[in-house]
């Protein structure tokens, strides 16, 4: 197993994950600039064979989801994205259904704490049932997005280990990605926001909106989150 000396700014891409902020780090299904882990939702418009479908944000709750997909008239199927790439005729999205996302190239263990210390794991070779893993976590901690989710296993102590992790923890100052706010709620990283007590990522889709509600591109501000 690699060790190294834990440090303030996590790199994401040399293959150890420095848990937190990091969830993953160099598998296929590793987000390549945090190092979060992919998640999937579509929402189907129709009935087969007919159907149209959209990838949108995973979100934790009903009203977000909802908000995404169910007030246009759509479905919301966690876990899935679109089954083709042609424009829909009829309205938004590409033609043809909802389909489970792809299998990952090989089976996979995650882990997550709804609460400190109530680990949960699952292996999975199905991008789709690591999409419903995390939804389940997340929704029985009540967080969005979840903190505690990272590819590991649970350790005796019901809390997550990371498949490959660092030599020693180090904990975060207040203001940096993934350590506690400082006090007024600030945090001193770019593209980084106060939410729940903890500065995170913000504007990219799937994350926290930014200060005045402001989103990376062409996402989104719903709610708390860019999409």
């Known amino acids: 197993m690699p060790t190294t000396t834990t440090t303030l700014q996590a790199v994401c891409g040399d293959g150890i994950i420095e848990y937190p902020p990091e969830r ?3 598998e296929s299904f ?21 159907a149209c479908s959209e990838r949108v944000t995973l979100y934790t709750y009903f009203a977000e989801q909802y908000s995404a997909c169910g007030q246009y008239g759509g479905t919301y199927v966690i876990g899935d994205v679109p089954s083709g790439t042609a424009a829909c005729a009829t309205g938004p999205g590409t033609q ?17 704490e709804p609460t400190a210390g109530s680990c949960r794991e699952t292996t999975t070779s199905e991008s789709s049932e690591v ?15 979840l903190t505690a989710f990272v590819v590991g296993t649970c350790g005796n102590d019901g809390r997550c280990v990371p498949a490959q992790t660092t030599s020693t923890t ?5 203001g940096l990605a993934f350590g506690p706010c400082c006090a007024g709620g600030t945090c001193n990283q770019p593209d ?7 500065c995170a990522f913000c504007g990219s ?7 005045g509600g402001v989103c990376h591109s062409t996402a989104q501000c719903a709610g708390t989150a860019c999409q």
């Open 96 to 112: 043809g259904p909802c389909v489970p996302a792809p299998s990952l190239p090989a089976p996979v263990t995650v882990c997550c």
């Open 24 to 26: 993953c780090d160099g």
């Open 192 to 198: 980084t926001v106060c939410f729940g007590g903890q």
């Open 170 to 174: 180090t904990t975060l100052p207040c």
């Open 205 to 211: 889709p799937g994350y926290p909106c930014c200060t």
């Open 131 to 145: 999409s419903v893993f995390y939804w389940n976590c997340a929704y029985a901690s009540g967080q969005e997005p």
């Open 30 to 50: 590793c987000e390549p600039t945090y190092c979060s882990i992919d998640r999937y939702a579509c929402c189907q418009f129709g009935t087969d064979p007919s």
